[in-house]
C-alpha cells in the first residue's frame, strides 16, 4: 500500500474531465440513438439565409437483438 505513487494533478485531471465526459455524452436511459436521415433545405431572401435541416433518428433499447452487425437497425422487408 505505501509502494503506490501518488496521482499527479494532470492525470487527476484528465480522468476528472474523462469521467464528466463520460456523463454528458452516455443516454440516461440506456438507449441508443441512430440517425437515419438528414435533410437541409436552405434560400436566401433580402440577403438573410433561411435554413431549415431535419433529421430523423430512430431509438433503441439498450440491449436490442435486432441489431445488425454493423451495429445499425436492419432495413425492413416491408
Do not use: C, N, Y
Amino acid at each position: 500500500m505505501g509502494d503506490e505513487k501518488p496521482i499527479s494533478r494532470m492525470r487527476g485531471l484528465g480522468r476528472f474531465v474523462g469521467h464528466v465526459w463520460g456523463a454528458i455524452s452516455t443516454p440516461a436511459d440506456g438507449r441508443e440513438t441512430v440517425e437515419v436521415r438528414r435533410e437541409v433545405e436552405q434560400e436566401t431572401r433580402d440577403g438573410v439565409i433561411l435554413r431549415r435541416t431535419t433529421i430523423e433518428e430512430i431509438e433503441l433499447p439498450k440491449d436490442s437483438a435486432r441489431r445488425a452487425p454493423g451495429g445499425h437497425a436492419p432495413e425492413s422487408d416491408a
